[in-house]
């Protein structure tokens, strides 16, 4: 699996995880079901790769929500 470049300049998906003693943060979740085996990037992708996905979208769901830590267990 190949994972692109998140909003926080690493590779991948890291969850949902709001500096303790935060309120609650809205979080958007996509996922695209694409008619290629492959786009051909390579790991560590920019954003520039998502125009070229939206040309290959079959189907696509979103989800919003918020979250919270909660403080006597936040680690």
């Known amino acids: 699996m ?9 590779i991948g998906y890291t969850g ?4 303790v003693g935060d309120n ?4 958007h979740f ?3 079901a694409l008619d290629v085996d492959t786009l051909g990037l390579e790991p560590g992708a920019q954003r520039p790769w998502r125009a070229m996905c ?13 979250w919270h830590r909660n403080r006597s267990t936040a680690r």
Not at 2 to 10: C, F, L, V, W
Not at 57 to 64: D, Q, W
């Open 24 to 27: 609650a943060h809205l979080y």
């Open 54 to 66: 939206f040309q290959k979208v079959r189907s696509s769901e979103h989800l919003n929500a918020r």
């Open 2 to 10: 190949k994972q692109g470049a998140n909003s926080r300049g690493s």
């Open 30 to 32: 996509q996922v695209f």
């Open 16 to 19: 949902p995880k709001p500096p």
